[in-house]
């Protein structure tokens, strides 16, 4: 069973910074597109960002495009979503995804399709609060 684990949460003061780590214990991410959700209470979850398996292609949501940044290493079989300038409205759990990658892009203009993702992390919580 594929597995992924997020880390890196927390409660942090607006304006500040968070990274989160997302790595495959069980799989090797080369071949995987890896997209980050994010789900408010009451929300549905949303596809925030991805990054492509061979060219990394990225994709941002608006909301979060100019303050946020996905970024993989495969040596580590490691991806990050580096977030700036973090806002009260960012507070969700957020989780990381996988979907292979080799048939067809998973990571497109129209962002993570939820519904593609197949291997999905436990979730980490992020609060921004004063």
């Known amino acids: 069973q594929e597995q992924l684990v997020e880390s890196g949460g927390g409660l942090v003061q607006p304006g500040t910074s968070l990274r989160l780590s997302c790595a495959a214990s069980?799989?090797?991410?080369?071949?995987?597109?890896i997209g980050w959700f994010r789900q408010a209470p009451g929300k549905l979850r949303e596809g925030i960002s991805c990054?492509?398996?061979?060219?990394?292609?990225?994709y941002y949501t608006d909301s979060v495009k100019g303050r946020f940044t996905i970024s993989r290493d495969n040596t580590k079989n490691t991806v990050y979503l580096q977030m700036n300038s973090l806002k009260p409205e960012d507070t969700a759990v957020y989780y990381c995804?996988?979907?292979?990658?080799?048939?067809?892009?998973?990571?497109?203009?129209?962002?993570?399709?939820?519904?593609?993702?197949?291997?999905w992390g436990q979730g980490t919580q992020v609060t921004v609060s004063s």
């Open positions: 995804a996988a979907a292979l990658d080799l048939y067809g892009p998973k990571c497109t203009g129209w962002g993570p399709n939820l519904f593609e993702y197949n291997y």
């Open positions: 069980t799989f090797t991410f080369d071949d995987y597109a």
């Open positions: 990054i492509g398996s061979r060219l990394g292609r990225t």
